[in-house]
């Protein structure tokens, strides 16, 4: 038996753009539509084509 606890979480690229306010994560949530942490559009839980996740998914929200 080997426990795979110890392996890190996915390392994220450095945002590029400036952290949303709560109050837009929380829309965010709303819509089902996020934003990535270089800008991009995409899924409360995806990640962009350029490897950000979102803002969601990074902050540990969904
Ligand atoms: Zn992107």
Redesign the pocket.
């Known amino acids: 038996m080997s426990s795979d606890k110890s392996r890190p979480r996915a390392q994220w690229p450095e945002p590029t753009v400036d952290a949303p306010k709560y109050y837009e994560l929380s829309q965010w949530m709303v819509d089902g539509v996020a934003r990535?942490t270089?800008?991009?559009t995409v899924e409360t839980d995806g990640i962009?084509?350029?490897g950000?996740p979102s803002w969601l998914l990074l902050l540990g929200y969904v």
Do not use: A, L, N, P
Request: charged content about 25%.
């Open positions: 990535s270089d800008g991009c962009c084509e350029h950000h």
